[in-house]
């Protein structure tokens, strides 16, 4: 058990290298030694940081556009034709205004209930935008940086 803490502790002290931080696994195919890997890794990170626009260690907070939520019309649209069918159906009971009026209240919150349900898509769209504009800059990043050390001449998986 001694063993384990141990190593344990040790791998914990052990700096974390550029590549392996960026989930890239690097190999020295022609015999860098553990120096020159760690150079080349600090002079590939500045370059793919300088070609690609992003930094992974302070990443791009990439926001998707808020929503208007702001009543559109849709409740009076609504509104107007609940008291259409509203109306009707008082006249056919005999009382055609109490029947607008109630097909007026009824079709204003029908109205105004697709437009949130409306503007939570869209922001749920807009969002899960922004999360892959996120992940295609980071990706964009690895790929400098993976074509950097390539052309160091390492093999980058």
């Known amino acids: 058990?001694?063993?384990?803490?141990?190593f344990l502790t040790m791998s914990s002290i052990q700096a974390q290298s550029i590549a392996s931080s960026?989930?890239?696994?690097?190999?020295?195919?022609?015999?860098?030694?553990a120096a020159t890997q760690e150079a080349?890794?600090?002079?590939?990170?500045?370059?793919?940081?300088?070609q690609s626009g992003y930094d992974p260690i302070n990443?791009?907070?990439?926001?998707?556009?808020?929503?208007?939520?702001?009543?559109?019309?849709?409740?009076?649209?609504?509104?107007?034709?609940?008291?259409?069918?509203?109306?009707?159906?008082?006249?056919?009971?005999?009382?055609?205004g109490k029947g607008a009026a109630i097909g007026a209240v009824v079709g204003?919150?029908?109205?105004?209930?697709?437009?949130?349900?409306g503007d939570e898509r869209q922001q749920q769209a807009n969002d899960q935008a922004a999360v892959a504009k996120e992940q295609e800059l980071a990706n964009d990043y690895n790929k400098a940086f993976s074509a950097c050390m390539e052309g160091k001449g390492y093999t980058v998986k």
């Open 40 to 50: 080349d890794e600090t002079a590939c990170f500045t370059w793919a940081k300088n």
């Open 108 to 117: 204003g919150v029908r109205g105004r209930r697709s437009k949130v349900v």
């Open 59 to 96: 990443p791009t907070q990439v926001v998707g556009a808020t929503v208007d939520r702001s009543a559109d019309g849709r409740a009076i649209g609504g509104a107007a034709r609940g008291a259409a069918g509203g109306a009707a159906i008082g006249a056919i009971a005999g009382d055609a």
């Open 1 to 6: 058990m001694s063993l384990f803490i141990s």
């Open 22 to 33: 960026l989930g890239l696994y690097v190999f020295p195919a022609n015999n860098q030694d």
